[in-house]
């Protein structure tokens, strides 16, 4: 169905594969307008609970934004290119189905960014994350000085972005950029796993969480007031009602995410 991506839909669990191996998974033109695709599927697919974002190959989750596509750009174009990527990233970012990237290798400048982007990452033990934009002449366009600053603190991105220093699975955890580290064999079932236990959770509720955790980094919104709100919309659904009644009737909670 799409040149650059494979998709599958599993147990509710979407799984959207970057697949141009043999550019590392390097982020072009189509792969974005793909990408806005299943962002599209993502919403609108009531059987979608949740999507993991992966890239194709032993080697990397993605290298990049395709450099082959910056030759000649101009002052405006370059910031285009740069909007369009980061208003995808902020689709991500602000989905209400929970999207994680499983890092399966190699996730270099618009890579790491699209990792960022997603609401939380796992990591196999092969994986390597960095911004090494400053190596081209370039600084990050897809949100990773944002993004690599609210994950990992300001000091410790400032010395990534300015030294394109890369760094391993395990320093990327130790950091907090990513959540669990595992064997390239066992990442996508260890991400599953934990899909399939948020997904077994009210999905307004989910959402609502997304909402309010995304509102600490968004100056146009008081986060506590964000919270506030979600927390009073949650009384005014079923899942609400259900879940508490099942804790009391001491059951099984059956949320329909209304
Ligand atoms: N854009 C376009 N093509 C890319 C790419 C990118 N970001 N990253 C890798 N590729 C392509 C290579 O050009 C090569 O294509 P070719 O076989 O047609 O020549 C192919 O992917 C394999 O990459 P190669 O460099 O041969 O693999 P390697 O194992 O020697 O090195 C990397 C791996 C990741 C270290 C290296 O590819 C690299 O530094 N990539 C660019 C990373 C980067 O600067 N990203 C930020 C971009 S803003």
Same mark, same amino acid.
């Given at each position: 169905?799409?040149?650059? @991506?494979?998709?599958?839909?599993?147990?509710?669990?979407?799984?959207?594969?970057?697949?141009?191996?043999?550019?590392?998974?390097?982020?072009?033109?189509?792969?974005?307008?793909?990408?806005?695709?299943?962002?599209?599927?993502?919403?609108?697919?009531?059987?979608?609970?949740?999507?993991?974002?992966?890239?194709?190959?032993?080697?990397?989750?993605?290298?990049?934004?395709?450099?082959?596509?910056?030759?000649?750009?101009?002052?405006?174009?370059?910031?285009?290119?740069?909007?369009?990527?980061?208003?995808?990233? @902020? #689709?991500?970012?602000?989905?209400?189905?929970?999207?994680?990237?499983?890092?399966?290798?190699?996730?270099?400048?618009?890579?790491?960014?699209?990792?960022?982007?997603?609401?939380?990452?796992?990591?196999?033990?092969?994986?390597?994350?960095?911004?090494?934009?400053?190596?081209?002449?370039?600084?990050?366009?897809?949100?990773?000085?944002?993004? @690599?600053?609210?994950?990992?603190?300001?000091?410790?991105?400032?010395?990534?972005?300015?030294?394109?220093?890369?760094?391993?699975?395990?320093?990327?955890?130790? @950091?907090?950029?990513?959540?669990?580290?595992?064997?390239?064999?066992?990442?996508?079932?260890?991400?599953?796993?934990?899909?399939?236990?948020?997904?077994?959770?009210?999905?307004?509720?989910?959402?609502?969480?997304?909402?309010?955790?995304?509102?600490?980094?968004?100056?146009?919104?008081?986060?506590?007031?964000?919270?506030?709100?979600?927390?009073?919309?949650?009384?005014?659904?079923?899942?609400?009602?259900?879940?508490?009644?099942?804790?009391?009737?001491? #059951?099984?909670?059956?949320?329909?995410?209304?």
């Amino acid at each position: 169905m799409f040149q650059t @991506l494979l998709t599958t839909l599993e147990n509710g669990i979407y799984t959207i594969t970057i697949n141009r191996p043999d550019k590392l998974n390097a982020l072009n033109k189509t792969v974005f307008e793909e990408l806005n695709k299943t962002l599209d599927e993502v919403k609108n697919n009531v059987e979608i609970k949740s999507a993991i974002i992966t890239g194709a190959g032993p080697k990397a989750f993605v290298a990049g934004a395709d450099i082959s596509e910056f030759g000649g750009l101009n002052k405006e174009e370059a910031m285009a290119l740069a909007k369009r990527g980061q208003d995808t990233f @902020l #689709r991500i970012e602000n989905s209400p189905k929970p999207i994680v990237a499983a890092v399966n290798g190699f996730a270099l400048g618009g890579g790491c960014e699209l990792a960022m982007s997603c609401h939380f990452r796992v990591a196999s033990e092969n994986a390597k994350f960095g911004q090494p934009e400053v190596n081209l002449g370039l600084i990050p366009g897809y949100g990773g000085t944002q993004r @690599l600053v609210q994950l990992i603190g300001k000091g410790k991105a400032m010395e990534l972005l300015m030294s394109a220093h890369l760094i391993d699975a395990n320093e990327a955890k130790q @950091l907090g950029l990513v959540n669990y580290v595992t064997t390239p064999e066992t990442l996508l079932e260890h991400t599953k796993k934990i899909l399939v236990i948020i997904n077994s959770k009210a999905p307004l509720a989910v959402a609502g969480c997304i909402k309010s955790a995304n509102a600490v980094f968004d100056e146009t919104k008081d986060g506590y007031a964000t919270e506030i709100e979600e927390f009073g919309n949650a009384f005014a659904t079923d899942d609400m009602k259900e879940g508490t009644s099942a804790f009391l009737e001491k #059951r099984k909670a059956i949320f329909k995410g209304k």
